[in-house]
């Protein structure tokens, strides 16, 4: 670096510091991007949650706001969360609040609303003055024993109140609820699961602690969404995004038919996959519609009210309702991929993303650290109140002794701490009883409630010896959130099903998604492709560009598959439906696929996968290959018939009858049986006719029951039947002999 720059003087100076701006941004974007990882974006494993929503259900445990009490405004609560907790924006707190009322993002709601919280059309809650909101039952389980020490407090942003590190968590929020956030360089996205199963999986890992992921997907199938949906993914699939903790499930919505008598019917979807919001499906839905690329589809409506209705009406009764859907689901949102990212912060410190297995052990662990923490909290309780209790004791086995002394000593406090060897707070705690607790019952009373705390003393005491002791107080602990969560209520039940995507045509799905319309594809001979709207008989009519002229025409339609063979052997298939409009003179075919430069068009035509080609060379050679073999899904195509120039690909006939007549530019004709001729996939062929110079002419299948027949120039028609042509008839690979009288000049059998 050259010579420092300082700032120019201006008064006072005596505070201003050069600072190296790169160390300074890397240094400051670094603190904001941990403070977004580590305070915003990522959620903790222990209690599953982001600090605005810890933050949230504190402040609402602190406001009194139990699931028995009455509701308040979600103003004053946003007001206390963002004064005492959380110095951001009310509106941010407010959208977070609301998504915790919402019972279509969250699988098991942390907050109980009154008033519009918004809906699953992507509608907006009321504003903040109008809703009304207290915890769940799942709230107060992650607050179970936050005032027992269960868990570190830190000072708030302002250090004038204290709020939780972390919640105990006594609910499996994390995996139950789910989250989603992105940071500075990360990103988390967990989809909600079942707590049922949950709780099942967590009770297995403190049996086995090594229990592998494979094992605990038996228990934790896949998620369970709020909305429902069905997860077509393979369980394989599921098991490798567990155990990686990165993936994603595809969801589908959930659809069946409905009968309307008369072989109609019409579909009915009830459940969308999560996130997506409905009316912005229907609308996609509706725009696909106008835009005809739902071609089986007649109509969409929504008749939704509390549970999602949405009704799609086919085209006719015909309409194969698989092949309707899988077209949907392939254009549509009716189909998603939530995907899975479980970075999270482990330990509350470090963000990283773990497996199925580690965030429940993570979740065990903090479960028995705040069993510790309490039962520790509750240990030392009750050994303040046994020192209590045994100077009361004290004080009832000599009352007369206590009375006097407090009524003749000016101090009596150090008197009775050296007479009975008391502590200050026993001597305190006599002093202040009063005399109505001098009856005879209290004592017993007193002895009553020493005994139980010794008793609860000791069980504690032992509870913190034993691991397996903890162990099974935390599978108790578990037990009871299982059987209030459990599959047979209505909130613990399963929503999410698992099928297999049916095995629908691929074939028939793109069909179904292609308006079917008639068209005449046009090709020229310097291979310029479009595709007219309509099927056209006069071909005379068209026009080319300067030096260019008509290579072929013909009928088809959008639905269908264009087969275009070259000169070189190469075959390449275009969708009817993606072909260039008739304005003007189309595209270049060499943009539309990998045509090599020193190859042009042989034929083009309409892909039929029943039939047969018969493929042949300038030299002479073919073979027959099953026009199946011809379709290539690529644009480079694929090769057909192995030529090296000069050697062409020359002719492409379709197969049919049992014998094939060949006419060489020497004008001599043979006529062989079919059956010789290999049908491959793929090569150069076989020696239809040999010649001593010069090449084939034209080739013809045709079955010879029904003779050989031909065209001259003049439109006259010739037939030669079976015994006419026993003279042309040889074996493959013959000479042939001199073509019959009439045959056209031009060596082709059609004029």
Same mark, same amino acid.
């Given at each position: 670096m050259?010579?420092?720059i300082?700032p120019?003087?201006?008064?006072?100076?005596?505070n201003?510091?050069p600072?190296?701006?790169?160390?300074?941004?890397?240094?400051?974007?670094?603190?904001y991007?941990?403070?977004?990882?580590?305070?915003?974006?990522?959620?903790?494993?222990?209690d599953?949650l982001k600090?605005v929503h810890r933050?949230i259900?504190?402040?609402?445990n602190?406001?009194g706001?139990?699931?028995?009490?009455?509701?308040r405004?979600?103003a004053k609560?946003?007001?206390?969360?963002?004064?005492?907790?959380?110095?951001?924006?009310?509106?941010?707190?407010?959208d977070a609040?609301a998504?915790l009322a919402?019972?279509?993002?969250?699988?098991?709601?942390?907050?109980?609303?009154?008033?519009?919280?918004?809906?699953?059309d992507?509608?907006s809650?009321?504003?903040?003055?109008?809703?009304e909101?207290?915890?769940?039952a799942?709230?107060?389980?992650l607050?179970e024993?936050?005032?027992?020490?269960?868990v570190?407090?830190?000072?708030?942003y302002?250090?004038?109140?204290?709020?939780?590190?972390v919640?105990?968590?006594a609910?499996?929020?994390?995996?139950a609820?789910?989250?989603?956030?992105?940071?500075?360089?990360?990103a988390?996205s967990?989809?909600?699961?079942?707590?049922h199963?949950?709780?099942?999986?967590?009770?297995?890992l403190?049996?086995?602690?090594d229990?592998?992921?494979?094992?605990?997907v038996?228990?934790?199938?896949g998620?369970?969404?709020p909305?429902?949906g069905?997860?077509?993914?393979s369980?394989?699939?599921?098991?490798?995004s567990?155990?990686?903790?990165?993936?994603?499930f595809?969801?589908r919505?959930?659809?069946?038919?409905?009968?309307?008598?008369?072989?109609?019917y019409?579909?009915?979807?009830?459940?969308?996959?999560?996130?997506?919001?409905?009316?912005?499906?229907?609308?996609?839905?509706?725009?696909?519609?106008?835009?005809?690329?739902?071609?089986?589809l007649e109509?969409?409506?929504?008749?939704s009210?509390?549970d999602?209705?949405?009704?799609?009406?086919?085209?006719?009764?015909?309409v194969?309702?698989?092949?309707l859907?899988?077209?949907?689901?392939?254009?549509?949102?009716?189909?998603?991929?939530?995907?899975?990212?479980m970075?999270?912060l482990?330990?509350?410190?470090?963000?990283?993303?773990?497996?199925?297995n580690?965030?429940?052990?993570?979740?065990l662990?903090?479960?028995?650290?705040?069993?510790?923490?309490?039962?520790?909290f509750?240990l030392?309780?009750?050994?303040r109140?046994?020192e209590?209790l045994?100077g009361?004791?004290v004080a009832?086995?000599n009352?007369?002794?206590?009375?006097?002394?407090?009524?003749?000593?000016?101090?009596?406090?150090?008197?009775?701490m050296?007479?009975?060897?008391l502590?200050?707070?026993?001597v305190?705690?006599?002093?202040?009883?009063?005399?109505?607790?001098?009856r005879?019952?209290?004592?017993?009373?007193?002895?009553?409630?020493? @005994?139980? &705390?010794t008793?609860?003393? /000791?069980e504690i +005491?032992? $509870?913190?010896a034993?691991? %397996?002791?903890?162990?099974?107080?935390?599978?108790?602990?578990?037990?009871?959130v299982?059987?209030k969560?459990?599959?047979?209520?209505?909130v613990?039940?399963r929503?999410?099903?698992f099928a297999?995507?049916?095995?629908?045509?691929?074939?028939?799905i793109?069909?179904a998604?292609?308006?079917?319309?008639p068209?005449?594809?046009?090709?020229?001979?310097?291979?310029?492709?479009?595709?007219?709207k309509?099927?056209?008989?006069?071909?005379?009519?068209l026009?080319?560009?300067?030096?260019?002229?008509?290579?072929?025409?013909?009928?088809?339609?959008?639905?269908?598959?264009?087969?275009?063979v070259?000169?070189?052997?190469?075959?390449f298939t275009?969708?009817g @439906?993606? &072909?260039?409009g008739?304005? /003007?003179?189309? +595209?270049? $075919?060499?943009?539309m696929? %990998?045509?090599?430069?020193?190859?042009?068009?042989l034929?083009?035509?309409?892909?039929?996968?029943?039939?047969?080609?018969l493929i042949?060379?300038?030299?002479?050679?073919?073979?027959?290959?099953?026009?199946?073999?011809?379709?290539?899904?690529?644009?480079k195509?694929?090769?057909?018939?192995n030529v090296?120039?000069?050697?062409?690909?020359?002719?492409?006939v379709?197969?049919s009858?049992?014998?094939?007549a060949?006419?060489?530019?020497?004008?001599?004709?043979?006529?062989?049986?079919l059956?010789?001729?290999?049908e491959?996939?793929?090569?150069?062929?076989v020696?239809?006719q040999?010649?001593?110079?010069?090449?084939?002419?034209?080739?013809?299948?045709?079955?010879?029951?029904?003779?050989?027949?031909w065209?001259?120039?003049a439109?006259?028609?010739?037939?030669?039947?079976k015994?006419?042509l026993?003279?042309?008839?040889?074996?493959?690979?013959?000479?042939g002999?001199?073509?019959?009288k009439?045959?056209?000049?031009?060596?082709?059998?059609a004029g």
């Open positions: 050259g010579q420092e300082l120019p003087s201006g008064g006072d100076d005596d201003i510091q600072v190296d701006l790169k160390a300074a941004l890397e240094q400051r974007y670094l603190a991007a941990l403070s977004t990882i580590m305070h915003r974006a990522l959620p903790d494993v222990r599953g600090p933050r259900v504190y402040a609402m602190e406001m706001l139990r699931p028995t009490s009455a509701f405004k979600c609560i946003v007001g206390e969360v963002m004064g005492n907790y959380h110095p951001h924006g009310d509106q941010s707190i407010y609040l998504r919402q019972d279509f993002s969250q699988r098991y709601t942390l907050v109980n609303g009154q008033g519009n919280f918004g809906n699953i992507g509608d809650p009321a504003a903040m003055r109008y809703t909101s207290k915890m769940t799942v709230s107060e389980l607050l024993g936050i005032d027992q020490d269960a570190d407090f830190r000072d708030t302002d250090e004038s109140n204290s709020e939780p590190v919640l105990p968590g609910f499996p929020n994390l995996l609820n789910g989250s989603s956030g992105i940071a500075v360089g990360m988390t967990i989809p909600s699961h079942n707590a199963e949950l709780c099942d999986a967590a009770l297995h403190i049996k086995h602690p229990a592998t992921v494979e094992k605990l038996e228990f934790i199938p998620p369970d969404f909305t429902g069905i997860i077509i993914d369980r394989d699939s599921i098991i490798e567990y155990r990686t903790g990165r993936g994603g595809r969801v919505a959930k659809w069946q038919t409905e009968d309307l008598g008369r072989g109609g019409q579909i009915v979807i009830t459940e969308i996959p999560f996130q997506v919001q409905k009316s912005r499906l229907i609308e996609k839905i509706a725009e696909l519609l106008i835009a005809r690329k739902l071609p089986l109509d969409i409506r929504d008749e009210a509390e999602i209705r949405v009704v799609l009406v086919p085209k006719s009764r015909s194969d309702p698989t092949i859907m899988e077209s949907m689901f392939k254009l549509t949102e009716l189909e998603s991929r939530f995907p899975l990212n970075n999270v482990s330990m509350g410190r470090i963000p990283r993303v773990m497996a199925l580690e965030v429940l052990k993570e979740w662990d903090h479960r028995r650290e705040v069993l510790q923490r309490r039962s520790r509750r030392a309780a009750i050994e109140r046994l209590i045994g009361l004791l009832y086995l009352i007369d002794e206590v009375i006097r002394i407090i009524r003749e000593e000016d101090e009596p406090k150090p008197v009775m050296a007479r009975w060897d502590t200050d707070n026993q305190e705690a006599i002093l202040n009883m009063r005399l109505r607790a001098l005879k019952l209290e004592e017993f009373e007193i002895r009553k409630e020493f @005994d139980e &705390l008793k609860e003393k /000791g +005491e032992a $509870l913190l034993s691991d %397996d002791k903890q162990w099974q107080t935390v599978a108790w602990e578990i037990g009871e299982k059987k969560f459990a599959k047979a209520t209505e613990g039940r929503r999410t099903q297999d995507a049916p095995e629908a045509d691929e074939e028939a793109q069909q998604m292609i308006e079917k319309e068209i005449t594809v046009v090709i020229s001979e310097k291979g310029w492709i479009r595709a007219l309509g099927h056209i008989a006069d071909t005379a009519t026009t080319f560009k300067e030096g260019d002229g008509l290579k072929v025409a013909f009928p088809a339609q959008t639905t269908d598959k264009i087969l275009i070259t000169t070189g052997g190469k075959a275009l969708g @439906d993606k &072909l260039p008739g304005r /003007g003179h189309g +595209e270049p $075919l060499r943009i696929v %990998d045509m090599d430069n020193d190859q042009a068009v034929t083009a035509f309409v892909h039929d996968p029943s039939r047969k080609q042949v060379s300038t030299a002479g050679n073919g073979f027959v290959v099953p026009e199946a073999e011809l379709v290539a899904n690529t644009r195509g694929k090769q057909i018939m090296a120039l000069p050697e062409e690909t020359q002719l492409l379709p197969v009858g049992d014998h094939v060949v006419v060489g530019e020497n004008r001599k004709l043979l006529v062989f049986p059956a010789q001729v290999p491959m996939s793929r090569g150069k062929g020696r239809l040999r010649y001593k110079d010069g090449g084939i002419s034209d080739v013809r299948c045709f079955a010879i029951a029904e003779g050989l027949v065209e001259d120039s439109g006259r028609t010739f037939t030669k039947n015994d006419e026993a003279e042309w008839l040889a074996d493959r690979a013959s000479a002999r001199t073509v019959p009439g045959f056209p000049r031009s060596g082709k059998f």
